[in-house]
């Protein structure tokens, strides 16, 4: 779900250099207005960034010669302000990357809602993404067309499995088949089981598994429900009760700034949940590795990142915009994200594909066919206008309890519940 300052910090889940530019590619407008003006479209990233999208929009124009696209690269860090200051002043871009803070936008009046160009263009959202499709809507409305899009899998080490006598992660693990084998692949000060879940991706996939929600169906916050409290003790309990994941101490002792990320790499851990980018610090290990659906609670839930394309309310050419994005999330102009290695293409029907399943770059044979098992379990993550507040909420509410200073969930939650209520009955 990069969330988008997650994405912002992170490579591979959007996680974002620094370079900006400004490519041009020629074409024409025929939609509302302004017929000889390129479309605009705004994304943040880097130099790779950049490659990416402009051998797509390459593509675009070429099948679509009618068209003409000026793409904008921003830094990550000064993306939301940098936009919302473009359509503020009229000048908004025709077509906009978007993620968790898609509803910032959309509840301004920012974003153009999407489904009556959606149908006219016969693209439905939930048969060409599956539950992705639906991820950036906002009051029942559609904002945003899934671009990219990766669940959280689970990164485990083979030969510390097979030394074990373990069996690989399955989809149809339960919460005790996980910590039992956490308990049995830990060696106390030296390798655990599990890398943890922290960060607000990880556990929300815990609270979601277990029928918790974080805000409900009203729109209200739920985070101090029972499910939701009992899988973050479960969480909890992995680190200070059971100690089969890292403490903090523990992992500042591996060295400066490691986290699961570099820890599975480093064999210090020997499962390791989290997105697509972490197999580009896994391309020169001497270990086996593969990845595999996370497991369920109650029923199958996991987190999903990536980023949709939306249309600026400001844009005079909404049909040209559309038909853009259209085919930039199409199967043909999909795959090209495959080449790059990159990121997880949304496209379900490229997420099936021999290309995904067999890239160029993958010298291991790794089970890619997770990705698109793990699209059905994706759940609709709540992507309120608050996002980016909630987040912070969240992650400060918890510190003590990570620390191990506060090992009640229940307490932990309660707390963040009410500062959650303030906030979102503020409307901050």
């Known amino acids: 779900m990069t969330l988008d300052s997650a994405r912002f910090s992170r490579r591979g889940f959007l996680g974002l250099g620094v370079a900006a530019g400004v490519i041009t590619l020629t074409a024409c407008g025929s939609g509302a207005g302004a017929a000889d003006a390129p479309l605009v479209m705004t994304v943040w990233g880097g130099d790779p960034d950049r490659k990416t999208y402009q051998a797509r929009i390459d593509l675009l124009v070429e099948k679509h010669p009618d068209l003409k696209v ?19 002043g009229g000048t908004g ?12 936008y959309s509840s301004k009046n920012q974003l ?15 048969q060409r993404f599956g539950p992705a499709g639906s991820l950036y809507t906002y009051e029942d409305k559609l904002y945003a067309i899934p671009d990219r899009s990766g669940a959280v899998t689970v990164f ?5 499995f097979d030394k074990k ?32 879940a922290e960060w607000f991706p990880q556990w929300w996939s815990l609270a979601y598994q ?28 992995l680190v200070f009760k059971h100690k089969v994941v890292p403490s903090k101490s523990d992992y500042a002792d591996m060295g400066p700034d490691i986290g699961g990320d570099q820890a599975f790499p480093n064999q210090k851990v020997a499962t390791h949940a989290n997105g697509f980018w972490v197999m580009s610090g896994l391309t020169k290990v001497k270990f086996g590795w593969d990845i595999a659906p996370m497991w369920r609670g109650r029923k199958q839930a996991v987190s999903a990142f990536g980023s949709g394309l939306a249309i600026s309310r400001t844009s005079k050419q909404r049909d040209n915009a559309f038909k853009a994005i259209d085919f930039l999330t199409s199967a043909e102009a999909q795959k090209m994200i495959i080449a790059s290695g990159q990121d997880v293409p949304a496209d379900l029907a490229v997420q099936k594909s021999q290309a995904f399943l067999k890239p160029s770059w993958m010298k291991t044979d790794v089970d890619m066919g997770v990705f698109a098992e793990s699209s059905a379990f994706v759940f609709r993550a709540p992507f309120i206008p608050e996002w980016n507040q909630m987040i912070d909420t969240i992650s400060n509410g918890l510190a003590d309890f990570w620390l191990g200073k506060e090992r009640s969930a229940k307490k932990a939650l309660t707390a ?7 906030l979102i009955k503020s409307g901050a």
């Open 70 to 88: 000026k793409l904008q690269l921003i830094p990550g860090d000064a993306y939301p302000q940098k936009v919302q200051t473009m359509i503020a």
């Open 93 to 104: 871009p025709d077509i906009m990357q978007v993620a968790e803070s898609v509803n910032t």
């Open 112 to 126: 153009l809602p999407l489904d009556d160009l959606a149908k006219k263009a016969n693209l439905d959202p939930g």
């Open 156 to 160: 485990y080490n083979k030969d510390m």
């Open 165 to 196: 006598g373990i069996k690989a992660p399955t989809a149809d693990w339960t919460w005790d088949d996980a910590l039992d084998a956490f308990k049995e692949l830990t060696v106390p000060g030296k390798v655990w089981g599990y890398s943890g």
């Open 210 to 237: 277990n029928g918790g929600t974080i805000i409900d169906a009203q729109g209200r916050p739920a985070v101090d429900s029972d499910e939701v409290v009992e899988a973050l003790q479960w969480a909890g309990d």
């Open 416 to 422: 963040v519940q009410k500062d959650l209520e303030s």
